[in-house]
Structures are given as C-alpha cells and as structure tokens.
C-alpha cells in the first residue's frame, strides 16, 4: 500500500520538475527572441531616418548600436531570470 503512494510522489516530482524545466525554456526563448527583435527594430527605425533625412549610415549606425545595448541588457536580465532561486518573475525589476 506505502509502495504506490511513493511512486505516485515520485511521479509528482517528476512532473514537476518538467513543468518547471519547460517554463525555464520558454521564459528564455522569450528573452532570446526579444533581444533579436530589438536589435532589427532599432536597427529599421535608424534606416527610416536616415531615408527621411538623406544620412545614410549615421542612424542606421545608432539605430544599431541603441539595439545592441538593449540586446545584452535584456540577455543579462533574463540570466539573472533564469538562475535566481525564486520563480524568475520580477523581469528586470532592478
């Protein structure tokens, strides 16, 4: 009787631990796919300015650079996201 208990518990953890592992996955492809995505849009806004005001490399050269900070900005917060302890939702409040 104590055996199927057991393995019922067993069988919990395991399920936790996968929903747990899965949300972990998920929270940072999220974060990958945000980083990417503002890096284009940084980088596309700079070249409509520079087409608005005849520039042509000097915003789309900002419009990088804006992304990328905001690239590894967001790729150190979903880090410290990912490996604290607690559930990993404050997302960036610093």
């Known amino acids: 009787m104590r055996d199927g208990a057991d ?8 399920s936790a631990d996968r ?10 492809y999220q974060g990958a796919f945000e980083a990417v ?6 980088a596309g806004i ?5 087409r ?4 042509e490399p000097r915003y789309l050269m900002i419009g990088v650079g804006i992304g990328f900070g905001s690239f ?11 490996h604290d302890p607690g559930d990993g939702e404050s997302d960036g409040q610093s």
């Not at 608005?52 to 520039?55: G, K, N, Q, R």
């Not at 590894?72 to 990912?82: I, W």
């Open 7 to 14: 393995q019922q518990g067993e069988t919990r953890e395991r």
């Open 46 to 50: 700079g070249f409509l300015a520079d």
């Open 19 to 28: 929903n747990r592992s899965s949300r972990t996955q998920a929270r940072a």
């Open 72 to 82: 590894v900005l967001r790729l150190v917060r979903l880090g410290r996201n990912l």
């Open 37 to 42: 995505f503002a890096v284009l849009v940084a």
């Open 52 to 55: 608005h005001y005849d520039t």
